[in-house]
């Protein structure tokens, strides 16, 4: 079974760039979900895509962005960075939203962007 | 909207016992999950209760009173590795998703 992995592990960009960070879900899993951790804080919801549809959405602005892809793998971009988005961005993958265990989610290492 | 509080830092003995509370304030509750996040790592899965009651998973145990919106973390035979992070998180079905909404972490330290 193979587990969440993402790319890069780090990354620094400069304010107003834009950034594309990649989730491949573990195997089985159609749902990946992404979250942003600050440092010293829980994660933060920003999207979850269910079979490459976004399925819901935290308070999150639209310059945070997504995409599924057929293999159930994910995209997470972000626009115009302003310099509260470095942190560390986590995805997970689950089950169907609608399978009863799909409430245990399997992380990602994560992506540490640093903007600048 | 959804909160929860946890205690910020607790430190331990070695080969202890630590209890980790979280108390919650929900729209609709669905269930109370509990990770560790070791620095720098990914949070995993520990437990997750959706009934009140004790659930036990090894060293470790989890338990729900949906009466009191009160959970907690029950770690026994601690050992070094144990130093982390613990996070309760609450299903959140609100956004449209399945999603886990998380409370701000306690950093357990466990001391020889």
């Known amino acids: 079974e193979t587990g969440v992995t993402q790319s890069p592990t780090h990354l620094i960009k400069t304010r107003g760039q834009q950034v594309t960070l990649r989730c491949s879900s573990q195997?089985?899993?159609?749902?990946v979900s992404w979250y942003q951790q600050a440092l010293g804080q829980g994660p933060q919801f920003i999207f979850q895509y269910y079979r490459e549809e976004e399925n819901g959405r935290g308070n999150f602005p639209p310059r945070f962005s997504g995409l599924q892809f057929p293999n159930y793998s994910s995209e997470l971009n972000v626009n115009a960075l302003e310099l509260d988005d470095s942190a560390l961005y986590l995805c997970?993958?689950?089950?169907?939203?609608?399978?009863?265990?799909?409430?245990?989610?399997?992380f990602g290492p994560g992506t540490r962007l640093t903007v600048t | 909207g959804q909160s929860l509080e946890q205690p910020s830092e607790v430190t331990a003995v070695e080969g202890a016992i630590v209890q980790i509370n979280c108390t919650y304030q929900t729209s609709g509750f669905y269930g109370l999950s509990w990770y560790q996040q070791h620095d720098g790592g990914a949070p995993t899965f520990l437990s997750y209760n959706a009934l009140d009651g004790l659930e036990e998973t090894g060293r470790f145990s989890s338990f729900l009173s949906r009466s009191d919106s009160y959970g907690y973390l029950l770690l026994q035979e601690l050992q070094m590795k144990d130093s982390a992070s613990y996070f309760c998180?609450?299903?959140?079905?609100?956004?449209?998703?399945?999603?886990?909404?998380f409370g701000t972490g306690t950093r357990l330290t466990v001391i020889p």
């Open positions: 998180a609450v299903r959140d079905l609100g956004t449209g998703a399945n999603n886990l909404f």
């Open positions: 997970a993958s689950s089950l169907s939203p609608f399978e009863p265990s799909s409430y245990e989610q399997y």
């Open positions: 195997s089985g899993h159609n749902t």
